[in-house]
């Protein structure tokens, strides 16, 4: 059975924090992506990766780094939290079709 | 940038009624996917639609593929109550085989 993992489903930071999100994929693939997803806006990709050390901007970067240093693992970085990163934030893998995590709720104080 | 539209945003019915979702590329898409979201879950695929004018069945689902290749829908028959949850359409358009480009998805809520 797939899998894809997300560190937390819930977390609490405040502002100015350094804030680490990890997604590890037991699939063996090469793409993995992030997403936040928030009301009436859908899903929102953020940064991509296609292999190991190699990833691309989405549609939302700013405020937002990632790290891709094993191939089943993807971290999203938030540098210094802000309360507009108060969001759920979802993780996939894919090979064409994306496999999700259970999502990570994070608010930010 | 490629845009994917879906409507309706909402859809309340009751149940046994139909119901219906469309989407809409603003390019011609390679192929497009269904995703469900349940609510508190997270999205799931469904199906993948690859040929123009594609049509694909899953038991009361309808997954249908435009001829353009720019438009789809998901039609569902008698609905039920397991059928609540949010249904996105997303897209590979020809220039990218990473970026999958998702619709805003339309939540659709079933009265017993």
């Known amino acids: 059975d797939v899998k894809v993992t997300q560190s937390s489903r819930y977390l609490v930071k405040r502002t100015g924090e350094k804030v680490f999100l990890e997604c590890v994929q037991d699939?063996?693939?090469?793409?993995m992506f992030w997403y936040r997803q928030d009301p009436g806006l859908g899903l929102r990709l953020i940064y991509f990766?296609?292999?190991?050390?190699?990833?691309e901007k989405g549609d939302i970067p700013e405020g937002y780094s990632v790290s891709r240093e094993k191939k089943e693992r993807f971290s999203l970085i938030l540098e210094s939290a802000s309360t507009n990163q108060t969001s759920m934030y979802l993780c996939?893998?894919?090979?064409?079709?994306?496999?999700f995590g259970p999502g990570t709720r994070l608010t930010v104080l | 940038g490629q845009q994917v539209m879906q409507i309706p945003q909402y859809q309340h019915v009751q149940e046994g009624e139909d119901f219906t979702t469309y989407c809409n590329s603003s390019?011609?898409?390679?192929?497009i996917q269904w995703y469900k979201q349940r609510p508190g879950g997270h999205p799931v695929f469904l199906i993948q639609?690859?040929?123009?004018?594609e049509v694909k069945k899953q038991k009361r689902l309808t997954f249908q593929f435009g001829e353009a290749k720019k438009n789809s829908s998901l039609h569902i028959t008698a609905t039920q109550t397991t059928d609540v949850g949010t249904y996105f359409c997303?897209?590979?358009?020809?220039?990218?085989?990473?970026?999958?480009?998702f619709g805003k998805g339309t939540l659709l809520t079933v009265n017993p």
């Open positions: 996939a893998s894919s090979f064409g079709i994306q496999f």
């Open positions: 699939m063996d693939h090469e793409n």
């Open positions: 990766s296609y292999d190991v050390k190699m990833k």
């Open positions: 390019t011609t898409l390679s192929n």
């Open positions: 639609l690859v040929k123009s004018g």
């Open positions: 997303a897209g590979y358009s020809g220039g990218s085989n990473y970026k999958l480009t």
